[in-house]
């Protein structure tokens, strides 16, 4: 049995930590994200692509990434957004862990040098290239009951295709997580009401996701709930799959923070 | 709304069912359609994680996007409406000493800690840990947890998308009632994690009682 004051003691060392973590990773951090791509930056060389879809409104697409590979997603006509989850290929309990994402990124706004976590620890996507910045981990996609709530009649949604996409490789309604949407320019004011800012939406907007695990993900291209559109308007998205550099010890993503560090390491892990 | 939320905090009567959950416990119970569940804070400062899943059919349980979505912000506060992956309304918020709850930041977990707080932490107990042990008693798995509840957690959201975990705002004997618009399976873990302001870097007990809907 510990002592009342060395608990205190404990509990007083782990307060000093837990300060110090917060200030590398709200001060420190923000300063070393590096800048938006610009919107005619990175042309994807044509050797590396693999393959290249395009999907239309309201439709999604299942999309298979080996660890390095890395998928564009562009927001052809800057009216679309995009939902994604996934899952790890060789164990689908693994999946993407949005309050794990912003929680340990001390951020609920992802952008270019950011990741998405899974849920076991680990890098599942790298955001290597981003011109938006603007995404959406809170909201979620669209539903039967929010299309209902916002046109009058229940039309195509995330939820319905992620339910889709997940059924056709043996996965159901309890594998599917919270989503990431990206295009989905989100923001939440000081009483905690959420904003759609539809100044930060352009055509051509693009991300690139670098798998660090082999993964499954699935994009749903419906309108996000919080466009204030109406009637919706939607257009189609192009999936670009092509090979990426691979993460070097100094990758921007890697070296982001001694959490990301930390979460590469145990990435690599399942490959070493 | 019932009587309960206007009742004196603290008091019990009436109550049919009442339990401590000791520090870094799980818990779970059947919570039928029209009960209100009581979780206090019995020592201040104690973030309690949880998750719902309809009794009949538990592939349907919280939400945390579909919460949010349909109220439109990013807290839990009285009168929030705890929404499922189906679109339904499971349970609500009918009482509330304490004031904005947290639902985006999750649970913590062995391999999250090791990221958050380096590797030694990786073998403390967490509240993953707990949810995996208790879910199994309803024949639910690791594949089941999804995006939880955080009572008396405060994890306040800038403009700028910052996302803190700061010291837990709730003092002695604060609660927080939940009524049930379906019979659920309610599951909590009270929150082991140390490394963290949520539970002042001291996990405690907190209590939870149960009361019937009240007779018309």
Redesign the interface.
């Known amino acids: 049995m510990i002592s009342a004051e060395m608990k205190r003691e404990i509990s007083e060392a782990n307060r000093r930590r837990y300060e110090q973590l917060r200030a590398a990773g709200q001060e420190a951090t923000p300063k070393a994200l590096p800048d938006a791509t610009a919107l005619d930056a990175k042309p994807i060389a044509p050797e590396a692509v693999i393959s290249r879809e395009r999907v239309p409104a309201d439709w999604y697409a299942t999309v298979r990434l080996r660890r390095g590979e890395a998928l564009r997603i562009i927001d052809d006509v800057g009216m679309s957004s995009v939902s994604m989850i996934g899952w790890r290929a060789e164990e689908t309990s693994e999946r993407i862990n949005c309050a794990d994402t912003v929680k340990v990124q001390w951020s609920a706004a992802i952008s270019k040098g950011r990741v998405v976590l899974s849920d076991m620890g680990r890098v599942f996507v790298s955001i290597v290239e981003d011109t938006s910045g603007a995404h959406d981990l809170m909201v979620g996609g669209s539903t039967r009951a929010s299309t209902l709530a916002a046109f009058g009649v229940a039309l195509r949604n995330t939820h319905d295709n992620f339910l889709a996409a997940a059924a056709k490789i043996g996965l159901g309604l309890r594998d599917i997580p919270p989503c990431v949407t990206f295009f989905a320019p989100v923001s939440v004011d000081a009483k905690g009401a959420f904003h759609w800012n539809a100044n930060r939406k352009r055509p051509g907007d693009f991300v690139d996701l670098r798998a660090e695990m082999d993964v499954v993900v699935v994009l749903s291209n419906c309108a996000h709930p919080l466009n204030p559109v109406r009637p919706p308007v939607s257009g189609p998205v192009t999936l670009i799959r092509h090979r990426a550099p691979p993460a070097a010890p100094d990758d921007a993503c890697r070296t982001i923070s001694p959490e990301i560090v930390r979460a590469y390491e145990f990435t690599d892990r399942l490959y070493a | 709304m019932t009587d309960l939320a206007t009742a004196s905090p603290g008091s019990e009567a009436g109550a049919v069912y009442r339990h401590d959950i000791p520090a870094e416990c799980p818990w779970s119970r059947v919570l039928k359609r029209g009960q209100t569940l009581r979780i206090v804070d019995s020592e201040g400062q104690q973030a309690v994680d949880a998750l719902l899943y309809c009794a009949d059919d538990p592939?349907?349980r919280y939400?945390?996007?579909?919460t949010?979505?349909?109220q439109?912000?990013?807290?839990i506060d009285l009168g929030t409406r705890l929404v499922s992956?189906k679109?339904r309304v499971m349970a609500r918020i009918t009482g509330d000493s304490c004031g904005?709850h947290d639902t985006?930041?999750?649970?913590c977990?062995c391999?999250?800690n090791?990221?958050?707080?380096?590797?030694t932490t990786k073998y403390q107990h967490a509240c993953r840990e707990n949810f995996i042990m208790e879910l199994a008693k309803h024949g639910l798995?690791?594949?089941?947890?999804?995006?939880n509840l955080n009572f008396f957690m405060n994890v306040p959201?800038?403009?700028?998308?910052?996302?803190?975990?700061v010291d837990g705002i709730s003092a002695p004997g604060n609660y927080v009632d939940i009524t049930a618009d379906m019979d659920v399976i309610f599951v909590i873990s009270n929150c082991p994690q140390?490394?963290?302001?949520c539970n002042?870097?001291?996990p405690t007990p907190i209590r939870v009682a149960i009361w019937e809907p009240p007779a018309l």
């Open positions: 592939a349907e939400s945390a996007q579909d949010l979505r349909v439109g912000s990013a807290y992956n679109g904005r985006s930041a999750g649970c977990s391999e999250s090791a990221v958050r707080f380096g590797e798995t690791k594949r089941d947890i999804v995006a959201i800038d403009p700028s998308g910052n996302f803190t975990v140390v490394n963290n302001p002042g870097f001291n």
